[in-house]
């Protein structure tokens, strides 16, 4: 949705009550189409959002010469990399925007052009997310780096060969990046230290139907025996657990009663656990899972983010919203980015009693210990919050700024809400079709 409106102004205080459908998730969506250029054929992917990021990587596979079009089914793309080209810096540019997902291009540039381009990367101001890793990565696998003032240029003359990578933590990125690099690459990848969220598993089996030979061992290794010759895929999209627990949090948050269609219990886990200490009540469907408020009083929880399989980075900043609501006092330790808290200044403006502290509280000490970040947040309640005028400052924490806005008492105006179409899809009509009161503003 592009979203004219860059402000919308919510009436708080009413329960959000109906169904929403998720799609395929922003975080493996966006690098199954990248995936889609690696291929001698066309793939067909289904169950994509609408989205920002989508329109993002759509347009930069079409300067570099691979067509995206719509298929017969809604939510349906076929991507055909038949006439791969390289593609100019400054039309590079033009399309990433803030995103970083050029990155990810490299490796299957690499593969078929020899030779890649990435401008200057932007991406969510939550924490520092260094180019260099990946720029290490692809020179493990023999890629030449030069810097030059308009971007990065790549090339590799003698092709790239495997390599031996060991990730000091296991980032989704980085993973992503020796994935789609090394199944190509001559020889045998070894990562040590990878990622194995749900989204990264999602492109192994894409890749594997594409003819890759992927092993998962236990310990977070992943071996890559390189192969000749890839073909298109056709895949249905994971869902977006982000989003399913963004609704469901708004469900407790607002003391309604969401359905969120396509969600999956496996891959929530460890949210429903939380959710359910918390004091909230689910339901697993054939097609989703329900989540609703079931009365009585919050309980507080001490949580601590974590890699899969611990409780995700991106399921925090809406639980903030709802723990402001429990009886008591509890901890939230983010271990994954650390600039995270910036969302809560507006809760706190809005009535919230929440407290940074740059020390690791909850349980054991981090990788951002005594490094002067604000990590920790101690949220005490429970606390009625009231209308206020806010801005969102990234997508995750825009949709927290929304569910406090929809509890809170009497009216708010929340703008920049344009970076949260980068991740929900059609929000604004959930939001409709759940029974919020609200208006768009200029």
């Known amino acids: 949705m592009g979203l004219h409106h860059d402000k919308i102004v ?5 329960p959000l009550r109906g169904r929403v459908d998720v799609r395929g998730a ?8 990248v995936a889609a250029l690696l291929g001698e054929s066309p793939s067909v992917l289904r169950d994509v959002p609408d989205i920002s990021d989508v329109r993002v990587v759509k347009g930069l596979l079409e300067v570099h010469g691979v067509t995206v079009v719509a298929g017969d089914e809604d939510g349906e793309l076929i991507l055909d990399p038949v006439d791969v080209e390289s593609a100019h810096f400054a039309a590079i540019d033009a399309h990433a925007g803030s995103s970083r997902i050029p990155i990810l291009f490299c490796g299957p540039l690499l593969h078929r052009l020899g030779q ?3 401008p200057d990367l932007g991406g969510c101001r939550i924490g520092d997310r260094p180019i260099d890793f990946h720029l290490d990565v692809l020179r493990n696998f023999g890629a030449v780096i030069e810097k030059l003032p308009s971007g990065i240029r790549m090339s590799a003359p003698d092709g790239l060969v495997g390599a031996k990578v060991s990730l000091p933590y296991p980032s989704v990125g980085a993973t992503e990046q020796v994935l789609l ?34 092993t998962v061992d236990t310990d977070r290794v992943i071996r890559i025996e390189g192969v000749d010759r ?9 869902f977006d ?5 963004s609704w469901a949090v708004a469900a407790l948050a607002t003391e309604g009663d969401i359905v969120v269609g396509g969600a999956k ?21 054939d097609d989703g899972i329900r989540f609703w408020h079931p009365g009585g009083d919050l309980k507080p929880v001490v949580i601590e983010t974590d890699v899969h399989p611990g409780f995700m980075t991106d399921w925090q900043q809406p639980l903030v919203v709802a723990l402001t609501k429990a009886q008591g006092v509890s901890i939230v330790h983010e271990t994954v980015y650390e600039q995270r808290f910036g969302f809560v200044d507006a809760l706190i403006e809005m009535g919230a009693t929440i407290q940074i502290h740059k020390e690791c509280l909850g349980g054991h000490a981090c990788r951002f210990g005594r490094r002067n970040f604000d990590h920790s947040a101690v949220i005490s309640g429970p606390s009625q919050l009231h209308g206020a005028d806010i801005v969102v400052p990234d997508l995750r924490g825009g949709f927290s700024h929304l569910i406090a806005a929809l509890t809170a008492e009497g009216t708010s ?7 949260i179409s980068r991740g929900y899809e059609n929000f604004i009509m959930k939001l409709e079709a759940l029974g919020a009161d609200f208006h768009l503003a200029g």
């Not at 890839?230 to 994971?238: P, Q, S």
């Open 10 to 14: 919510i009436n708080g205080g009413r």
């Open 26 to 33: 922003k975080n493996l969506v966006t690098k199954a189409m």
């Open 116 to 118: 890649a381009f990435i």
């Open 181 to 214: 690099t090394a199944v190509r690459a001559k020889g045998i990848t070894e990562l040590t230290g990878a990622a194995i969220e749900p989204e990264i598993m999602d492109l192994i089996n894409i890749l594997q139907k594409m003819g890759a030979i992927i």
């Open 230 to 238: 890839l073909e298109g895929y056709t895949h249905r999209a994971l």
């Open 241 to 245: 657990r982000n989003e399913a627990a």
């Open 265 to 285: 219990q496996a891959e929530m886990l460890t949210f429903l656990n939380i959710f359910r200490k918390v004091g909230g009540q689910f339901e697993i469907l």
């Open 413 to 419: 105006t929340v703008s920049n809400v344009g970076i």
